[in-house]
């Protein structure tokens, strides 16, 4: 009978409100936490995911390897909320959106602090992280 | 393979909120679907039972509804594919009678969306999507088609009054159809007075009118393979085609934005199977959630080629007397969506069309029909293609 192993719940603090607390791909928050947007890179076949995650469907391997999400990518489409879901009230108005980085794709919020007007679809954005209230964090996009 | 037929058809009712247990609901659809068969419980070797399980508080409802319909002992079981969870139960009886496993199955799909709270409603709009990498951003389902109509826009200059008189059509429809939750008629104009509730913006581009209601409503469709269909019913119509497609839940692993790929390969299937092309269908209900999942159905079913959707609407194309009509029942935009019974009552539409039975809404002398069932954001899709 061992000591009781402690439950490694670090995706609570991913967004305004996280649906997930258990996940094999936990250290995404670490790399939050470190500045950095991570995907993941099957370190057999190759193939990229971004979210990222712990098993390869191509090859069925876990043997993933993170990769940074850095430079520019092209804003695909958006849609500002005029309504949100329970707990996400206080964000509003906020935009999703999806960046096309050729071999993946990142979906998101636009950065707040982008006005509307100054948002085109197929203009650059980069990924970068958010930090919110109470130590959560995210990431969003700004132009680049 | 044996021929398969829709021998009895129903729907309640679509309201804001059901005055009753979801039993009763689900009995509403299953009564008048076994009447318009003419024939008894008994004769039902299966039901399927369709819904969307995070509004129901009744788990496992098929147990439930075999018991208050007569049903018992035969087997009875519950499928799920979102919105288009109707149209997965007809694909599963179609497979249930094919395999000679029964010659008779009731496919019945309810929603009673206001059995939980609004408050109960907004918080499970957010888990609509991928919880784990999307959810935590605050999405809802208006945002994700208005994704999809943002693009739609840019890439081939469908406007938003393209989209507004696509609601427009659906209200001229919605007000002959006595069962829809909303009868009244809708006009441009109301979308372009900002006092307008019409006009309100949900997540932009889409407005209130762009967007279908939530509501209560039970539907049932009795199949039956050859034999049986010949026994009991005179005006079979035959599932000439069936097509069923996935696509990715979170939309950072789709390519396409303008259009959805599972309905197109779902269309494809249908088609095929049915040995017809789009040229061939005389009427459709297509799964208008939204004005722009109308109009990419325009495109993902073949009537229009992509970006030329909004030529149909604008030429009144989609109309009763148009080339191709689709929604002449008012759709999901009149009728109010309750997700588990959206597809039976679809389903329902063609087959009185097909039949020469939809009354005001009838359009002329139709051969063969089209149904078009989307689950969630494109994540599944479904096309029937029914034939007298």
């Known amino acids: 009978m061992g000591e009781k192993k402690e439950l490694d719940e670090r995706f609570k603090k991913f967004g305004t409100v996280s649906f997930t607390s258990v996940t094999k791909v936990n250290d995404f928050i670490d790399h939050l936490e470190a500045g950095r947007v991570t995907g993941t ?45 329970t707990g996400f009230g206080d964000d509003l108005p906020y935009c999703i959106a999806v960046l096309d980085y050729g071999d993946f794709k990142v979906f998101g919020r636009i950065a707040g602090d982008v006005p509307e007007e100054e948002i085109s679809v197929g203009m650059a954005m980069k990924t970068v992280v958010s930090e919110l209230p109470n130590k959560r964090l995210n990431y969003v996009f700004q132009k680049a | 393979m044996g021929k398969i037929a829709i021998i009895g058809v129903g729907q309640s009712a679509f309201v804001r909120r059901y005055p009753g247990s979801v039993r009763e609901l689900a009995f509403e659809g299953f009564k008048e679907a076994v009447q318009d068969a003419r024939i008894t419980a008994r004769e039902i070797g299966a039901s399927v039972v369709c819904s969307a399980p995070e509004y129901d508080k009744q788990r496992s409802p098929a147990g439930v509804f075999a018991e208050y319909m007569g049903l018992n002992p035969q087997p009875a079981f519950y499928v799920e594919t979102l919105c288009s969870s109707g149209s997965t139960g007809l694909r599963l009886a179609y497979s249930l009678i094919q395999s000679g496993l029964h010659d008779v199955v009731a496919v019945i799909g309810f929603q009673k969306m206001s059995e939980i709270s609004s408050a109960e409603i907004q918080e499970r709009m957010g888990r609509g999507a991928d919880i784990q990498w999307e959810s935590p951003f605050g999405t809802m389902m208006p945002a ?12 081939y200059g469908t406007t938003l009054e393209d989209l507004a008189l696509i609601r427009v059509k659906a209200g001229t429809y919605g007000q002959l159809n006595e069962k829809a ?19 309100a913006p949900v997540a932009s581009p889409l407005r209130t009118g762009d967007c279908c209601a939530n509501a209560d409503g039970s539907s ?169």
Request: net charge neutral; aromatic share 8%.
């Open chain 2, 181 to 199: 939750a909303y009868r009244k008629k809708i006009t441009l104009e109301m979308f372009s007075d900002a006092e307008n509730r019409m006009a």
């Open chain 2, 220 to 388: 049932c469709v009795i199949v039956a393979g050859e034999e049986k269909a010949g026994a009991f019913c005179k005006k079979p119509i035959w599932i000439l085609g069936l097509g069923a497609a996935t696509d990715t839940l979170n939309l950072a692993g789709r390519d396409l934005f303008s259009g959805l790929t599972a309905a197109r390969q779902a269309a494809g299937q249908a088609y095929k199977m049915a040995g017809v092309g789009p040229k061939d269908i005389d009427v459709a209900e297509v799964h208008d959630c939204f004005t722009i999942a109308e109009m990419m159905a325009y495109e993902d079913l073949g009537f229009a080629k992509p970006g030329e959707g909004k030529d149909l609407i604008r030429g009144r194309e989609t109309y009763k007397e148009g080339c191709i009509p689709v929604n002449p029942d008012g759709g999901l935009l009149s009728k109010g969506h309750p997700i588990g019974a959206t597809g039976g009552s679809q389903i329902r539409s063609v087959v009185l069309q097909l039949r020469r039975e939809a009354g005001e809404s009838q359009v002329r002398e139709p051969e063969i029909g089209l149904i078009h069932n989307i689950g969630g954001v494109g994540v599944y899709g479904n096309v029937t293609i029914l034939g007298r």
């Open chain 1, 41 to 85: 890179r099957c370190g057999d076949c190759g193939l990229t995911f971004f979210p990222p995650r712990a098993d390869c469907c191509q090859c069925l391997g876990s043997n993933m390897k993170w990769f940074e999400v850095s430079g520019p990518g092209k804003l695909v489409t958006y849609s500002r909320l005029e309504y949100a879901p």
């Open chain 2, 144 to 155: 994700y088609y208005a994704m999809y109509a943002r693009r739609h826009i840019e890439k």
